[in-house]
């Protein structure tokens, strides 16, 4: 004990030259090389204590750099407890128990114990602000000087934690065991030949002892007749008998699941202790290996996507120092949501799983409260602009700096302090209040959704705050677009929107925010990636700046009532979606609805595979396909609760493993990857979708699904399962890549020779079929991707070309026009909308409403900023454009595929059932042709098809408002078209009932330039002269 103090004492020393932030640093980095460096040598320890002077001389020469790191690695490794110096680490492979194959991961996992305790102990002995803020979240504790004792008691189990971390402190059972698996455990049955405890044998002879002869068998009490029997196991490591019921620990499943993940034993009277971490489970309990926090730049991540696998450990740490009897845990104990914010009651024991709500006495015993305590207090701590206080992070709020500079005045940093101080003791209530209000409002919503609670409080003679009401007035019709100031508004626009800063197209996509999957709302461009031409969201910039909107619009922003993203970490709802019966359920909504339209995994196989009628593939590629199947299924099935989905999602994503993604390939990987893009992207995760998508392709590739492959000696089910995944491939990269506006990397006609999908039934081709089957001119399940898959591999070359940073001309637009307009000529009948079609599954008429949908929006996007280009110049009074009867007829076919498409989406929500996936591309293909048709009106006000017009309209008002009313995506629609042209039936008073987030329309960060610069970026060289 007295060496580590010394050598601490030799760290304060060395260390002191440094400033606080680069001290805290080199601490870090002593943390890790304790954790690399795992081979302890007394004899070296006291060779260099009795050497301290010579260690001080060369420390102090100025070029022996390399000798003080070789000094700090050898002494850190006594400064600073290393794993194995206070466990007794089995050695040997996982049969055994050991811990031979993951010694760097246990390092690693130690390193984060340490940054975990020392952030909780930092804020646990911090009074002034931050410190009670995290206190009251997790415990209930109000800022001091109340709940003095109880804050006493976190900082006390705390330090005990740490101590055990750091070495300074042995338990009274000497080193406790860990083991990396169960298997350190011997099952045994009560007539066995038992062990004897004092050598590790077995008795032998023909007086052989049993083992219920050396242990006593629990008789279960008369009310648990009905538990699972309980069974002895030896431990030849701790030469004892432990008492547990059937199976291995860390095999043992729920519902077929897989549960535990580490366990913490103790023997007799604490006569000995172990820990036990089930390492190959941990990839179900969290993704990361370790804590790799990263910098936080949103709103609103909760401090659950940070998890790691190490916490696990950590979460033991409490058991083994504190104990079991002071520990005790259910089922509860370990999700967030009944974690934070915890009552502040009384008399409740430790345990109590009936309550609701975690109660402050047994949250100073819950292990995972002080855990997940830690992970919020160090992400904190390591985003200084950030608070997580609220289990989520908040950007903390800036003070006033008039007042900042009073309280400063003559006293340097004393007064901030002193403010600091002064604002902690209305902490606890002001959040009760706060949280209180929120829970009334979102009462209040539920119960009176058509009332606006500012309108009622104003009714009863209630006065509504001045800012308030202002946030919520502000909004104003857009001003003309012909006037002279939109125009010099319009010349500084730029639609290839460009952030400010260097990385502003990074992206990071675990928290949903203003990012949206059909890339139509996301107008900041910091943040969303690159969003190109044929981008929904490139023309909508435009049309906005066009119309005066250049400035951020102060709407309501009110905060979306979501569900709680943490709870991806009930253990309940893990149990639920892998029992049976949801298996069942979701993978038949899957082939119920989203199958129907996008039917590239075979069905009978699948079903047999999972019936085990015939044997699952051993890939994780069949796991990962399995979740996805299943996540997409919920997703199907779910009117807008997340939560199974969200669950599902991230099982199918812990299955793909970086070694698992980049190191094989599969057909079966081919089908997870591409569900699994598709699925993000209906999560409004665009990108993420878009690299799964992107390595989905190169995988095929390396598949030769592109090449048809004749003289291969595969069954015809076999090839057509090809095809069809080749095919639902490239439908996905063609239309993601023309939403995203970034380019369509698929190779084209001349550098692939598979063949289309057959358009049959499924009974017509079977694995044991020895001939092609015929195909039939009616409609099939693969009717829709058999020819939606033409149409991107004859219109593939138009997204790619609008691309392009020049625009296109009128003419060329004309000619792929003519393109698109020969290749719907060659369609079957029976996929014309007119066509009526006898006994067809209603899945079909989605897939054929979708095919034209898609043609009208090619369209819509060929013509759209040819459009626009149109209505600015008509719209400079200084400027004379004559009519032309090109740029008419651009228009006219822009403005009849936006109405076509209003009108089938109408008829289809009137006339068809709506599912999830329907509503989705329903208001993804509305909105493109809205902003046509809304262009239309502003730029042709004398038209006599204004009517026409002014009904399409409103129909999309009622499409978003009426049919899709509970759609957050549909309302955000709505509120964009309400703000570029205002409703007429809308009284001035009615637009604080318009809800469009101000940062929706934030375009201070985008750059300003010449008008000449304007058009030169949206693709109209010759723009200079246009006028003239």
Not at 29 to 51: C, G, M
Not at 285 to 314: C, H, P, W
Not at 552 to 578: C, D, H, I, K, W
Request: glycine share 6%; proline share 6%.
């Amino acid at each position: 004990m007295a060496y580590t103090t010394l050598l601490k004492s030799f760290f304060a020393l060395v260390l002191r030259p440094l400033g606080p932030t680069r001290k805290k640093d080199a601490e870090d980095a002593l943390a890790y090389i304790v954790a690399i460096y795992n081979d302890p040598h007394q004899p070296i320890f006291r060779l260099i204590l009795s050497s301290s002077l010579s260690l001080v001389m060369i420390w102090l020469h100025p070029n022996v750099f390399s000798c003080r790191v070789l000094l700090l690695i050898l002494l850190a490794q006594y400064a600073l407890g290393s794993i194995d110096s206070v466990f007794n680490i089995k050695q040997g492979g996982i049969p055994v128990g050991g811990c031979n194959s993951y010694k760097g991961k246990l390092n690693k996992w130690w390193a984060d114990a340490r940054k975990l305790v020392d952030a909780a102990l930092l804020y646990a002995e911090d009074d002034s602000v931050d410190g009670p803020e995290y206190l009251y979240t997790f415990f209930a504790l109000d800022p001091p000087p109340a709940d003095a004792q109880e804050r006493a008691t976190v900082r006390a189990r705390l330090r005990l934690v740490k101590e055990f971390i750091d070495g300074d402190t042995q338990l009274p059972t000497g080193k406790p065991w860990l083991f990396c698996s169960s298997r350190w455990l011997k099952r045994m049955d009560w007539d066995d030949v038992a062990y004897d405890k004092e050598t590790g044998d077995k008795f032998t002879g023909d007086d052989a002892k049993k083992v219920r002869d050396v242990v006593d068998e629990p008789t279960p009490p008369p009310d648990e007749a009905n538990e699972p029997k309980e069974f002895p196991y030896w431990s030849s490591d701790l030469k004892e008998y432990l008492i547990d019921e059937a199976d291995d620990y860390c095999t043992k499943k729920v519902d077929g699941v897989i549960q535990n993940f580490g366990a913490t034993h103790e023997g007799p009277e604490e006569k000995w202790k172990t820990v036990t971490i089930c390492v190959s489970n941990l990839r179900w309990n969290a993704k990361n290996d370790n804590l790799a926090l990263g910098i936080v730049r949103t709103e609103g991540k909760s401090i659950v996507e940070y998890r790691a696998q190490s916490m696990t450990l950590f979460h033991e740490l409490f058991h083994v120092v504190l104990g079991n009897a002071n520990t005790e845990e259910h089922e509860k104990s370990y999700d967030l949501p009944y974690i934070a914010n915890p009552r502040r009651e009384e008399g409740e024991d430790p345990g109590d799983e009936d309550q609701d709500i975690i109660s402050t006495q047994e949250a100073l015993y819950n292990p995972e409260s002080y855990t997940l305590y830690a992970l919020a207090s160090l992400l904190g701590q390591n985003n200084k602009d950030y608070t997580f206080a609220s289990t989520r992070s908040k950007l903390k709020k800036t003070e006033d700096p008039k007042v900042k500079d009073e309280n400063n005045a003559g006293s340097g940093r004393a007064g901030d302090r002193k403010r600091m101080m002064r604002l902690t003791p209305r902490f606890s209530y002001l959040t009760r209040v706060e949280r209180r209000l929120a829970n009334v409002e979102r009462l209040f919503h539920q119960l009176l959704p058509d009332v606006d609670i500012n309108e009622a409080l104003a009714s009863r003679g209630i006065e509504v705050p001045a800012d308030e009401s202002q946030l919520n007035t502000s909004l104003s019709p857009p001003i003309n677009p012909s006037s002279p100031d939109t125009l010099v508004q319009a010349s500084g626009a730029i639609s290839d929107a460009v952030p400010a800063e260097s990385d502003g197209f990074d992206w990071q996509e675990d928290v949903d925010e203003l990012t949206d999957g059909m890339a139509s709302l996301s107008v900041e461009p910091r943040g969303a990636g690159y969003l190109g031409p044929t981008a929904g969201v490139f023309f909508l910039r435009s049309l906005l700046l066009w119309t005066g909107h250049s400035r951020p619009f102060m709407g309501s922003s009110l905060e979306v009532l979501r569900p709680y993203a943490g709870v991806e970490s009930s253990s309940q709802l893990y149990n639920s979606v892998t029992s049976r019966q949801v298996i069942e359920q979701l993978v038949n909504g899957y082939f119920e609805v989203y199958h129907r339209s996008y039917p590239f995994v075979h069905e009978p196989t699948f079903r047999a595979q999972l019936h085990e009628v015939i044997q699952r593939p051993n890939q994780r590629s069949w796991q990962m396909l399995l979740y996805t199947i299943m996540a997409l299924g919920a997703w199907c099935l779910n009117n807008g609760n997340s939560e199974l989905d969200d669950e599902l999602y991230h099982l199918a994503l812990s299955f793909g493993d970086a070694e698992c993604l980049f190191a094989s390939a599969d057909l079966t990987f081919v089908q997870a990857l591409i569900l699994f893009s598709n699925l993000s992207q209906k999560r409004n995760k665009p990108n993420t979708g878009s690299n799964f998508l992107g390595l989905a392709t190169r995988m095929a590739l390396s598949l030769g699904l592109h090449r048809e492959l004749p003289e291969w000696n595969i069954s015809l089910l076999q090839r057509e399962m090809r095809r069809r995944v080749w095919w639902g491939l490239y439908m996905f990269d063609s239309g993601a890549s023309t939403t995203f506006g970034r380019p369509i990397l698929l190779p084209g006609e001349e550098a692939m020779d598979v063949r289309p999908v057959l358009n049959i039934d499924d009974e017509d081709l079977t694995s044991g079929t020895k001939f092609p089957p015929e195909e039939v001119n009616r409609p099939t399940l693969y009717s829709g991707m058999k020819y939606q898959s033409d149409l991107h591999v004859k219109s593939n070359y138009i997204s790619n070309r609008l691309l392009s940073s020049s625009c296109v001309a009128p003419e060329d637009a004309l000619s792929m026009d003519a393109t698109l307009d020969k290749w719907s000529s060659t369609l079957p009948q029976y996929l014309r909308l007119n066509h009526h079609v006898p006994s067809a599954e209603p899945a079909f008429y989605f897939n054929r409403s979708r095919l034209w949908w898609r043609f009208w929006n090619l369209k819509i996007i060929i013509f759209r900023q040819l459009f626009l280009k149109r209505a600015i110049g008509k719209g400079d009074p200084s400027a004379t454009v004559p009519d032309n009867e090109v740029d008419e007829k651009c228009m006219s076919i822009a403005v009849r595929a936006a109405s076509a498409t209003i009108e089938s989406i109408d008829q289809y929500t009137k006339e068809r059932q709506r599912s999830r996936l329907v509503t989705w591309y329903s208001i993804y293909f509305t909105f493109h042709a809205s902003l046509v048709i809304v262009l239309a009106i502003l730029s042709n006000s004398e038209s006599p098809d204004m009517p026409k017009w002014q009904q399409d309209v409103n129909t999309v008002r009622h499409i978003f408002r009426g049919v899709f009313a509970d759609n957050e995506l549909a309302t955000r629609c709505a509120n964009i078209i309400d703000v570029i042209l205002p409703d007429p039936l809308l009284a001035t008073s009615d637009w604080a009932n318009v809800q469009l987030d101000p940062m929706l329309m934030d375009f201070s960060t985008w750059p300003a330039s010449s008008a000449d610069e304007f058009a030169s970026v949206l693709g109209w060289p010759d723009w200079a002269n246009f006028t003239q």
